[in-house]
C-alpha cells in the first residue's frame, strides 16, 4: 500500500475488515513516524519510506498507489520495473498526456493494471448499471453526476501543480465514470462544454464547476461538483432513457439519522462537518462507497487473468474528457475529446429519436383519461402538424 493517508486507510480497512485472503504486507510513507503508526493499526508487518523499497518487495505481487497525483506515474514504471501488478486510485494522471504514458507502460510490461474508481462500483450503482444493461429504461439519452463537498482533506489536493487541477481533476473524474458506465464505454465521447470557477476557496484551481458531455449517440452527460458545499458530502446520480428513469442517493442522506448534543468529536463519516447536533452516519462506509466490490473485481480479474471492470484504459479516457473540460472552461465553446487511442466502436452516430406511430406520423406522447380512453398526441411527417387523436 502506498500512501498513508485518507484513501490509503480506506483501502486497507475495506481489504483487512471482510476476510479477504489478500492482505497489506508492507506500507508506504516518506514519514517514518505515519508508516509506523498506520502499521500499528492495521498490523502490517513491514514499512518503507521510498518508494523502490516498498514496490520491489520479493514477495509483493500487488501494488495499490494511494498518493497524491504527480506521483503516480513514477509509482507506474516501478512497478512495471519489478514487474507488479498494479491498482491506481483515481485520477490516474494529471492529464491525458500522463494517464496515456501510465497505461502504454502498464500494457508494454504486460503487468495486470486496474482503475481505482470507487464510486462506479458501489451497491446501488452495481444495482442500477444492470437494471440499465437489461433495458429497463430503454435507450439512454441523458446521466446526470453530482459530487459536493467542503473540500478534500490533504495540502496537495489544493496545489495544481501536484493535483493537475480543483474539483473537476478530483470530483469530475468519479462522474464522468460513472455517467461513461450508463451510457456506454463503447461509445465514444465527442465533445465537452463546461463552466469553472474559483468562487470561494483562495486557490489556482476551480472550486467549483458544471459540464455537459456529448456522445457519438446523441446522449449526454452531465456533471455538478464542487468544493464548497456545506453539509457534508453529496453523491447522487440520476439516468434517464426512453423508456424510464434511475435516481440514486448514495450518501448525504443515508437512511440512518441521529441527533445529539453531547460534545462528542468522535468519526461521523467522511466529509461530515459536525459530530454533534442532527447528523447522518454510514452503516458500512466502504462498502456504502464501493471499495469493497471494487477490490472483488479487481483481485478476482487478476487471480482470472481477465481484464477488470476498470482498467487503466478507462482511466485515460477520463483523463482525456478531463483535459476537455478544462479547454472549454478556457475558451467558453464546447471543444472536443482529443483520444489517440479509441478502443470502442466507430459505427455510431445520431440516428433519428423519434418513434413512428404509423408510417405517417411520429408518436410523441399517450395518457390514459379519466373515462378509460387513450389520448394520443401524434406529428404529421409531412406537415409538422401536431394534433391529438382519442382511441
Not at 500512501?3 to 514519514?31: M, N, Q
Not at 502499521?39 to 521510498?50: C, F, G, L, P, V
Not at 462528542?264 to 462537518?273: H, I, L, Q, R
Request: charged share 25%.
Amino acid at each position: 500500500m502506498l500512501g498513508t493517508g485518507l484513501i490509503g486507510w480506506f483501502y486497507t480497512k475495506s481489504l483487512h475488515e471482510h476476510r479477504r485472503p489478500d492482505r497489506v504486507k508492507v506500507i508506504y510513507s516518506r514519514s517514518q513516524e505515519r508508516a509506523d503508526a498506520f502499521a500499528k493499526e492495521w498490523d502490517i508487518s513491514r514499512t518503507a519510506t521510498t518508494l523502490e523499497a516498498a514496490i520491489r518487495s520479493p514477495d509483493i505481487d500487488t501494488v495499490i498507489i494511494g498518493l497524491p497525483n504527480d506521483l503516480h506515474l513514477e509509482a507506474v514504471k516501478l512497478c512495471a520495473q519489478y514487474g507488479k501488478a498494479v491498482l491506481c486510485t483515481k485520477p490516474l494522471g494529471r492529464n491525458a498526456a500522463e494517464a496515456k504514458e501510465m497505461l502504454d507502460i502498464a500494457e508494454k510490461a504486460g503487468i495486470f493494471h486496474g482503475y481505482l474508481e470507487d464510486l462506479a462500483y458501489t451497491p446501488k450503482t452495481l444495482h442500477a448499471l444492470q437494471s440499465v444493461k437489461n433495458g429497463v429504461i430503454g435507450r439512454v439519452t441523458w446521466a446526470r453526476s453530482r459530487e459536493a463537498h467542503p473540500g478534500p482533506h490533504s495540502s496537495w489536493f489544493w496545489d495544481i501543480g501536484k493535483a493537475g487541477g480543483g474539483c473537476i481533476v478530483d470530483l469530475g473524474c468519479h462522474c464522468i465514470e460513472i455517467a461513461r458506465n450508463y451510457i456506454g464505454k463503447d461509445i465514444r465521447p465527442v465533445e465537452v462544454m463546461c463552466w469553472a470557477a474559483t468562487q470561494v476557496k483562495p486557490i489556482e484551481a476551480e472550486d467549483n464547476a458544471i459540464a455537459l458531455v456529448k456522445y457519438a449517440d446523441g446522449a449526454i452527460a452531465q456533471f455538478e461538483v464542487s468544493w464548497s458545499f456545506r453539509g457534508g458530502m453529496d453523491l447522487r446520480d440520476e439516468v434517464s432513457g426512453t423508456e424510464g428513469v434511475i435516481r440514486v442517493d448514495h450518501f448525504l442522506r443515508t437512511g440512518f439519522e441521529m441527533f445529539t448534543a453531547a460534545a462528542d468529536n468522535s468519526y461521523v463519516a467522511e466529509k461530515a462537518e459536525s459530530a454533534s447536533g442532527w447528523l447522518f452516519p454510514v452503516g458500512d462506509e466502504v462498502n456504502s462507497l464501493g471499495y469493497t466490490h471494487m477490490f472483488t473485481d479487481m483481485f478476482d480479474s487478476l487471480d482470472g487473468d481477465k481484464q477488470p471492470m476498470e482498467s487503466f484504459y478507462d482511466g485515460y479516457v477520463v483523463n482525456a474528457i478531463i483535459d476537455a473540460c478544462y479547454a472549454s472552461a478556457k475558451s467558453k465553446k464546447w471543444e472536443p475529446v482529443i483520444l489517440d487511442d479509441w478502443r470502442g466502436r466507430n459505427d455510431v452516430t445520431e440516428t433519428s429519436p423519434f418513434v413512428e406511430y404509423d408510417a405517417n406520423h411520429w408518436f410523441i406522447k399517450e395518457e390514459l383519461l379519466p373515462d378509460g380512453r387513450k389520448k394520443m398526441i401524434l406529428k404529421e411527417k409531412d406537415s409538422g402538424n401536431i394534433f391529438q387523436k382519442i382511441v
